[in-house]
């Protein structure tokens, strides 16, 4: 089982809807990464954080240490925000090694 | 523009055929990480290194080798390449342990 667990694993919206991601992770982390990848593309960071919620754009990331679960919500989604989603999280006591889930495929349509 | 550079972006090799994988940062990033991904699979950490002269095995390390002589530099080896080795390859780094990282564009490789 991995240890970093992400939901849905494939998502399809029409264009203005409001997209949530779920990642939810097993044991303590010191800091989980939300990244994008586009089809064919590289990957992107999108968000870092450690506790509590970060914003960017139509981009928010929440987490909640407690509950080891974390969420990226995309308000007012486009066809261009059609990618996949990755998080990543420096699990327990690693201070190098990320463990990344297998990502959501989001799929928006115009 | 900064960043992380991969060279080459596409290669075809044949079974048992070498090859190396440039990775170059010019943000002057102590850690550098080779990551693999595979179809329906999390990127996996082949080898990193945590500053210049330095390399350390990742989780899935066997069939590759690594070098760190410069800062800015990353390579990735293959000795002898092998069908199950067909991957796409990520460089990435990171200023320290627990900031933002930053991706290569990826390698596309296929061993035949």
């Known amino acids: 089982k991995n240890e970093v667990e992400q939901s849905p694993q494939n998502l399809t919206a029409q264009e203005g809807e409001f997209i949530t991601i779920n990642c939810s992770y097993s044991v303590g982390i010191s800091a989980l990464h939300w990244l994008q990848q586009h089809p064919g593309g590289g990957i992107v960071s999108l968000f870092m954080l450690s506790s509590g919620k970060k914003k960017h754009g139509r981009l928010i990331a929440t987490i909640n240490i407690q509950e080891k679960h974390s969420s990226l919500h995309i308000t007012a989604s486009h066809p261009r925000d059609s990618a996949v989603y990755i998080c990543?999280?420096?699990?327990?006591?690693?201070?190098?090694?990320?463990?990344f889930g297998k990502g959501t495929l989001l799929t928006v349509n115009p | 523009n900064a960043g992380v550079t991969q060279t080459p972006k596409f290669r075809v090799l044949k079974t048992g055929q070498s090859m190396t994988l440039l990775c170059a940062q010019d943000m002057n990033h102590e850690y550098m990480y080779w990551y693999r991904q595979d179809p329906g699979m999390g990127l996996r950490l082949i080898h990193y290194?945590?500053?210049?002269?330095?390399?350390a095995k990742g989780e899935v390390p066997d069939g590759y080798n690594v070098s760190r002589l410069k800062k800015q530099n990353f390579l990735l080896g293959l000795e002898s390449a092998a069908p199950s080795q067909t991957s796409v390859y990520f460089c990435a780094s990171s200023y320290m342990i627990g900031t933002g990282a930053f991706f290569g564009q990826g390698t596309r490789l296929t061993v035949v």
């Open positions: 290194s945590v500053g210049e002269g330095t390399t």
């Open positions: 990543a999280a420096l699990l327990g006591g690693s201070n190098y090694k990320l463990t």
